[in-house]
Structures are given as structure tokens and as C-alpha cells.
T-cell receptor
Framework: RKEVEQDPGPFNVPEGATVAFNCTYSNSASQSFFWYRQDCRKEPKLLMS???SGNEDGRFTAQLNRASQYISLLIRDSKLSDSATYLCVVNGAGGSYIPTFGRGTSLIVHP | EPEVTQTPSHQVTQMGQEVILRCVPISNHLYFYWYRQILGQKVEFLVSFYNNEISEKSEIFDDRFSVERPDGSNFTLKIRSTKLEDSAMYFC?????????????FGPGTRLTVL
């Protein structure tokens, strides 16, 4: 079983839509969780840390479900500029304190 | 806004040669990392570095790889005896805390092409 799994997509949505991504992780001892955004041929940039209580930043909401071992990212009122690949990052997924990236979920927002 | 810089942006080398990829982390950061991303694949952790020594390394970081912080500002990744499969984008990152506690800031990457 892969340590961090994401649906690669692409998710193709119109502007203004709400879209949600999930990411599952295999190691129940994983300690911290993040969503990064990566534009084509660019470096990853932190979008949000994911806390046990869930957290919201404007149109973005991240949640953690430890019992089912997944994290989620909800994007409301999608903008064209949200088009990117969203990377799930889990620390401790491999049993050590090493960040493990998912392959990413591609989002395409169209007019 | 402070940023991580990397040079060169693109490095082409012949198989078997040595390459050095350079990074200048954000100045007050203490933790430094190298990652690679093969085209179309996920970002993979290579190594973390703190207090002038390697903290963690992955299976990818074999004895052909080494890191160094030679002068307090640069952070370098050296790959000896390069292989075709080393071709990838290499990202440097830095943070002011351990990877699990705080944001990592990534540089723009060096695209390594091994011919």
C-alpha cells in the first residue's frame, strides 16, 4: 500500500464551483499534515497546514480524519487562478520524520 | 520577501560526471532539505540537514550523493558518477523549524539532465 495516496484527477470544474480533494495515508503514527500547491514546472508552495480541529483560510478548508487516516481540502468559489496541482504532504508516514508527498491532484478551473 | 534561490536553473551533464547543485536558503533558517521530482512523478525527499550534519536521508540518497554547507550561506548537493536516472528537478528547501512543525520554503529548482 502506498504511503500517501491521492486521486490524480484532473478535476475539471467551472469557475465558482466547490471542489474537494482527499488524501489517504497509511501510517497511523503520522504526525503532521500539509497541503501544498504546485504550478506547472514550479516549486511547491505551502497552501495550508492541517490541524486536528480543521482549519479554514478564506475559500480553503482543510480537515484531518485520524480514524480513517485521510485529510481533505475543500475549495469554494473556484477561481481560474486555482488551477494547479495540489500536493498532500504527510510527515512520519514512512515511520520516520521524513516528509512524504502524494503524487498530487490536478485541478483545472475553466471559465 | 525572503526566498530560497538555486543555481543553475538547468544543468546538463554526461553520464558518469559529477555535478554540484547550489542553493542559498533563507538567511535565518536552520533546517535545509533537498528533494527531487522526476518529470510527471511525485516530489521525493532526499536529505535533511541541521547543525552542519545530515539529520535524515532517504534510500535515494546513496553514497554518490553528498551535501555541504561550506560557508554559512550556501547549501550544496553533489552527485558523483551521475546516472541517466538522476535526471530530475532538484528542489532545495529551508525552514526555521523541523519539517513537521513549520512551513518549508522551496527554491525554484534546478533541472538536471544526464545524457
Amino acid at each position: 500500500r502506498k504511503e500517501v495516496e491521492q486521486d490524480p484527477g484532473p478535476f475539471n470544474v467551472p469557475e465558482g464551483a466547490t471542489v474537494a480533494f482527499n488524501c489517504t495515508y497509511s501510517n497511523s503514527a503520522s504526525q503532521s499534515f500539509f497541503w501544498y500547491r504546485q504550478d506547472c514546472r514550479k516549486e511547491p508552495k505551502l497552501l495550508m497546514s492541517v490541524y486536528s480541529s480543521g482549519n479554514e483560510d478564506g475559500r480553503f478548508t482543510a480537515q484531518l480524519n485520524r480514524a480513517s487516516q485521510y485529510i481533505s481540502l475543500l475549495i469554494r468559489d473556484s477561481k481560474l487562478s486555482d488551477s494547479a496541482t495540489y500536493l498532500c504532504v504527510v510527515n512520519g508516514a514512512g515511520g520516520s520524520y521524513i516528509p512524504t508527498f502524494g503524487r498530487g491532484t490536478s485541478l483545472i478551473v475553466h471559465p | 520577501e525572503p526566498e530560497v534561490t538555486q543555481t543553475p536553473s538547468h544543468q546538463v551533464t554526461q553520464m558518469g560526471q559529477e555535478v554540484i547543485l547550489r542553493c542559498v536558503p533563507i538567511s535565518n533558517h536552520l533546517y535545509f532539505y533537498w528533494y527531487r521530482q522526476i518529470l510527471g512523478q511525485k516530489v521525493e525527499f532526499l536529505v535533511s540537514f541541521y547543525n552542519n550534519e545530515i539529520s535524515e536521508k532517504s534510500e535515494i540518497f546513496d553514497d554518490r550523493f553528498s551535501v555541504e554547507r561550506p560557508d554559512g550561506s550556501n547549501f550544496t548537493l553533489k552527485i558523483r558518477s551521475t546516472k541517466l536516472e538522476d535526471s530530475a528537478m532538484y528542489f532545495c528547501a529551508s525552514s526555521d523549524r523541523l519539517a513537521g512543525e513549520n512551513e518549508q520554503f522551496f527554491g525554484p529548482g534546478t533541472r538536471l539532465t544526464v545524457l
